[in-house]
């Protein structure tokens, strides 16, 4: 663009390849000659994050097995590794950038397991240790005898083997007995669920009483102390802890007359089913007999191992955890099937955990209930009237995208764009407004937000309503949002009246590019960009006293009138009059244009006529440094070149002006020497 001020950028240094010293595990690939093992070819096409993964494969097979925080932000394109592992800051630097501030802020869940319990106490370095780090990641890394933050395994026996006081003889699932708050108690540990379900006195019993007795084949530990043997423990009569009193003088089986409510409590109205291994509870102590039993009672045992003994599966096969079968009660209790006892922590555990919004949404909503067949069939011995469900509870729902539950609410606008499952780009689970799609990601469309733009509502411009802006046209998709996302001109006359008409909507023009970014800037309309320098480019350089001159002295169009309104925006449907600037007016570029001869017409007759430039410059009018009197029709020579101009050049009357108005008068003059200086007299006083 003509006009616009070309900036001489500094020439880089030579020297000044590399930002700055490489990362000590990064020390290899110092020198410039390694800068493409990282950095890649110029467009060899190959993000710089697929180079990353190529030595840093633990990370890849983090990723692949959809494990860790790289597999939630890098694996989805949400981040790229040098936004975290920026390099570069010198060869103590840590290469690793916490968005939080620090490890010790950085919200564990990100990385698939929450920290809970003493676990959130724990030093991060404590658990990051080189005898943890035994998973497949280790193994792939290269960092091999150090800390490092992967390859830790998350079942509790990949750190806490050597504290199992068990000695193997339980399952690992420490987590089914124990919570991560401490070890010494066992507050999920449910010995209903064990193979002796504890009732009656036995409830009142302390735990060493039976696991810590003489009469079981305990070890000691390091100290000498025995430790309790939890598994096995006989337990199938009551001759294996409590002494006979009968002194085998009747049955062995004490449970055919007692209770554990108490030894001297005898049932004598008939069987207690609470003496058998599956004790009654909830709402099975309403049922009767027969359908457990059969009409006669035949069936004298029948399964119960799960609830499947006896009931349908609600869920229709679904019903897993972890990818694993799981009985009924593992979200449901005996009391009732509804309402379910799975939460929203338990969630987190499935492949689309619970945040946000959707923790308050109801079950029902995403796992509807069909009606099951009328076919399905009866498990194991249970009868027809509990083996039949009148509905199916689906588990298992289309997908875990947003698009598997929620409509496009855009209407479709960004189909070609963004695919439907990546509605986390703009929005988040907190609520679908406002949008996360802020200044920065705008950058990178047709627009970014600058000056003025960034503090607009999002609505003013995109909108089902546009106060002051051009209506949406009959074509144009808004979606449930009423939000227009395509179809938005980025140029500023779309939005703004064009008080130049159009002229320098041309590229190539005076404007550059065809827009008014050429001469405007987003901060706002008034100044104009053009200064001094770009004013050079155009027909009249601004040189000298010119260069203090105010546009509106010779743009007249650009003065405001004394007394008007402070101008309000200028939007194509703003509802006011905008003063048109075209600048087409023609300008003269001579002196006489702008300013008034005082030498009047003296020098009419001259070649060159009233030609200011031949005499005066642009930095002041007096002297008149390109005057040269050597050229003019009497040469100063002699005595005549130390003679003051007024010495000749008197102030003499304007004739037709007023009174008292004089001017310089320079021609006609006469060169001879008796019209100045007299024989007797010597030289004449002016």
Request: glycine share 10%; aromatic share 4%; proline share 7%.
């Amino acid at each position: 663009m003509t006009g616009i001020l070309s900036l001489a950028l500094p020439s880089r240094l030579p020297g000044q390849i590399s930002p700055g010293p490489l990362a000590r595990p990064h020390a290899s690939l110092e020198g410039a000659a390694n800068c493409v093992k990282c950095h890649g070819l110029k467009g060899a096409g190959s993000p710089m994050t697929q180079v990353c993964l190529q030595c840093h494969k633990e990370i890849g097979w983090l990723m692949q097995q959809q494990r860790g925080l790289h597999a939630r932000e890098v694996r989805v394109g949400k981040k790229e590794c040098a936004s975290c592992h920026p390099d570069h800051a010198g060869a103590d630097f840590k290469m690793v950038e916490w968005a939080e501030g620090s490890a010790t802020r950085f919200d564990h869940r990100k990385a698939g397991w929450s920290l809970e319990g003493k676990h959130g106490e724990a030093k991060c370095e404590s658990c990051h240790a080189t005898k943890y780090r035994t998973g497949q990641a280790a193994k792939l890394s290269e960092r091999k005898s150090s800390a490092g933050w992967v390859g830790l395994e998350r079942d509790c026996m990949a750190c806490h083997e050597s504290d199992d006081v068990h000695d193997g003889a339980l399952a690992a699932t420490c987590e089914s007995c124990h919570d991560a708050r401490t070890w010494d108690t066992a507050p999920t540990f449910d010995h209903d669920k064990a193979d002796y379900r504890l009732d009656g006195k036995h409830t009142d019993v302390a735990c060493d009483k039976c696991h810590l007795t003489p009469r079981l084949k305990t070890r000691t530990n390091a100290k000498g102390e025995p430790v309790p043997l939890f598994k096995p423990v006989p337990f199938k009569e009551c001759a294996s802890c409590h002494a006979d009193p009968h002194k085998g003088r009747l049955s062995a089986k004490c449970s055919e007359c007692h209770v554990t409510r108490g030894f001297e409590v005898i049932d004598q109205k008939g069987f207690n089913h609470a003496l058998t291994r599956y004790p009654l509870k909830g709402a099975h102590v309403a049922v009767a007999c027969a359908p457990c039993h059969g009409n006669a009672l035949a069936q004298k045992n029948p399964p119960f191992t799960s609830c499947a003994s006896c009931h349908a599966d609600a869920h229709g096969g679904e019903g897993t955890l972890g990818g694993r079968w799981a009985d009924c009660a593992a979200c449901h209790r005996v009391e009732g099937f509804a309402p379910s006892t799975f939460t929203v922590a338990q969630h987190r555990a499935t492949a689309y955990p619970l945040e946000g919004k959707h923790e308050g949404v109801k079950c029902a909503a995403c796992h509807p209930s069909t009606k099951a067949p009328a076919s399905q069939a009866a498990p194991g011995g249970a009868t027809q009237s509990l083996a039949r469900s009148a509905k199916l509870v689906r588990l298992k729902v289309a997908g875990t995208q947003c698009a598997g539950c929620h409509e496009d609410a855009h209407g479709s606008q960004l189909a070609s764009r963004v695919p439907a499952a990546t509605c986390e780009a703009c929005h988040a689970v907190a609520g679908f407004a406002p949008s996360t799609f802020g200044i920065v990601a705008h950058a990178t469309l047709r627009l970014p937000l600058e000056g003025m733009h960034a503090t607009i509502a999002c609505a003013a411009c995109h909108g089902a309503e546009r106060p002051g802006l051009p209506a949406w046209g009959p074509s144009q998709s808004l979606g449930s949002a009423k939000v227009a996302l395509t179809g938005v001109d980025p140029s500023c006359t779309s939005c703004h009246v064009d008080p130049h008409a159009g002229r320098y909507s041309r590229p190539g023009g005076a404007a550059g590019d065809g827009s008014c970014r050429g001469c405007h800037g987003s901060d706002r309309f008034r100044p104009s960009l053009v200064d001094v320098t770009v004013h050079a480019g155009y027909a009249l350089p601004l040189e000298g006293a010119h260069r203090a001159v105010p546009c509106v002295a010779c743009h007249e169009g650009m003065a405001v009138a004394p007394g008007a309104p402070t101008p309000r925006a200028s939007l194509v449907r703003g509802g006011r009059p905008v003063a048109s600037l075209p600048f087409s007016e023609p300008l003269p570029r001579t002196c006489a244009t702008c300013h008034e001869t005082v030498h009047g017409d003296q020098f009419a007759g001259r070649p060159g006529g009233a030609d200011c430039a031949s005499c005066h410059a642009v930095d002041a009018f007096a002297p008149a440094p390109r005057f040269d009197h050597e050229r003019a029709s009497f040469s100063l020579k002699g005595a005549h070149a130390t003679v003051a101009c007024a010495g000749c050049h008197k102030q003499v009357p304007v004739n037709g002006a007023p009174v008292g108005t004089t001017r310089v008068l320079y021609r006609p003059l006469s060169a001879t020497c008796e019209s100045c200086h007299t024989a007797r007299n010597g030289p004449r006083s002016h």
